[in-house]
């Protein structure tokens, strides 16, 4: 294999490692967050009841500073204020996917 060959691979294999919400599953996403984070955040416009002192996923959409990377991130360590959900990569993906698909 040649070096620049070698240096495609390695970028590419970084990019699985590095981007869970990059292959994210949006619907996916919806699926989990109506599942284990609907009963804080309003994840979605049907929702009638949510906590009120969270942000809803639309909120959180339309932040300027909204990156689904960033969020994906954040969900697998979450702040102390959540409760402590497994999530594993692609599911924090899939999130930050459905999230990011809200932002208007």
Do not use: T
């Not at 699985?16 to 609907?38: H, I, N, Q, T, V």
């Amino acid at each position: 294999m040649s070096s620049g060959q070698y240096v495609l691979v390695v970028a590419g294999m970084l990019g699985l490692f590095l981007s869970p919400a990059m292959a994210a599953d949006a619907d996916r996403g919806a699926e989990l967050a109506k599942r284990w984070c609907a009963s804080c955040h309003v994840v979605d416009s049907g929702q009638k009841q949510a906590s009120a002192d969270v942000p809803p996923f639309a909120a959180i959409a339309n932040k300027p500073d909204f990156s689904a990377e960033k969020l994906a991130f954040f969900l697998l360590d979450p702040h102390p204020k959540m409760p402590s959900f497994p999530l594993n990569r692609n599911e924090a993906g899939d999130i930050a996917a459905f999230i990011a698909a809200l932002r208007k």
